[in-house]
């Protein structure tokens, strides 16, 4: 016996991943509905490689009543009006956005990292999914983080396109074919020319010089890990289409060796670490896509502050850090809350 699942924005490049994602590990699904705006109403949706495919449904006309779990991927502003109705008729949302992640009576869930949280789901039968960059990190951290306590990050993110959704992606496509023909480099959905070349500013800036994205590494790192745990984040737009790297030093309480950190970090749950020290010996974006590990290469003393590690983190920003995430929450809930015989 399975769940009767709903995935909203079905049609958007997280939306299509957690389709992939559900098929791929054979999530226990008696019913499945896939919904969206007007916009993709009508549209034909791929179960994964499954050969089933599914009618996008208007979700301003879907009835959740008798639903399970809604796996949201439509932004904030479509989330504000139907998470609450969803929840309310007993649908539990694992949505995506970030309007429900840093609120109290919400969890905030990575499962590697912070599984039991995710019992405080009842206060508004929401569940929020954390920002990419978060994801990936969080993952790399916690193994540290109980073997040595992490004190303060210092990150500095390399974020791909996909991360901007499809008109994203199209842009660098265009515009690296228009620059090879000899035409215009126009900005529309990015703030300056995206295809050979990188941008440091990630969502909106705030008074203090930062931006939301950076902000959001800060709040959600310290809401999953530790509230302790001191971050300064700086968020940069790559022409890379689907992959967010991160470079990430870390100052830890207590002495651990390179050596150590990487003994620990290979045996820690959800991570790959490929860390040969000779060319060749790491992982980039291009290499993680379609994968589900948070890759972890060039772990390495830091000598620079006490008890310094430094190391390269790579995911695929559309499953660990979207979709993936998303489908380990309903599993979690699943196991934890709302079994099925
Ligand atoms: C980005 N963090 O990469 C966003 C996506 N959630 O733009």
């Not at 179960?47 to 879907?62: C, D, M, P, S, Y």
């Not at 949280?117 to 009842?122: F, V």
């Not at 909106?204 to 509230?227: A, H, N, Q, R």
Request: negative net charge; contains cysteine.
């Amino acid at each position: 016996m399975g769940y009767r699942v709903v995935v909203a924005g079905a049609t958007g490049n997280v939306g299509r991943e957690m389709l992939n994602i559900l098929a791929e590990r054979e999530f226990p699904i008696d019913e499945l509905a896939v919904v969206a705006s007007s916009r993709s109403t009508g549209d034909i949706v791929d179960f994964g490689e499954t050969g089933k495919q599914f009618k996008v449904q208007n979700i301003e006309h879907f009835d959740p009543t008798g639903w399970d779990m809604a796996l949201f991927a439509i932004g904030s502003d479509a989330t504000k009006v139907h998470a609450p109705r969803f929840a309310a008729a007993g649908c539990v949302v694992i949505d995506n956005s970030s309007l429900y992640r840093m609120d109290p009576d919400v969890p905030l869930i990575v499962p590697e990292v912070n599984p039991d949280a995710i019992d405080g789901y009842k206060a508004k039968n929401i569940i929020a999914n954390p920002n990419c960059s978060t994801a990936q990190m969080v993952v790399a951290l916690k193994p540290l983080h109980d073997a040595a306590t992490v004190k303060r990050v210092v990150v500095a993110t390399y974020q791909s396109v996909s991360g901007a959704g499809k008109a994203g992606m199209d842009e660098l496509f265009e515009q690296s074919r228009n620059i090879f023909v000899g035409d215009s480099a126009e900005a529309k959905k990015f703030t300056k020319q995206i295809a050979f070349n990188v941008i440091p500013h990630i969502d909106s800036f705030l008074d203090d010089g930062s931006t939301k994205e950076e902000w959001k590494m800060v709040v959600e790192t310290k809401k999953i890990l530790d509230p302790k745990v001191k971050v300064i984040a700086t968020c940069v737009r790559v022409p890379v289409f689907v992959g967010h790297s991160e470079a990430v030093h870390v100052e830890l309480e207590n002495e651990l060796s390179a050596e150590d950190a990487q003994k620990i970090l290979r045996e820690a749950p959800g991570i790959m670490l490929v860390d040969k020290r000779e060319d060749g010996g790491y992982v980039t974006p291009v290499e993680c896509v379609g994968d589900y590990a948070t890759f972890v290469s060039r772990v390495r003393d830091d000598s620079t502050v006490e008890n310094g590690l430094a190391f390269w983190c790579v995911s695929d920003n559309l499953r660990k850090g979207a979709a993936l995430n998303a489908v380990q929450i309903a599993e979690l809930l699943g196991r934890r809350h709302l079994k099925k015989a």
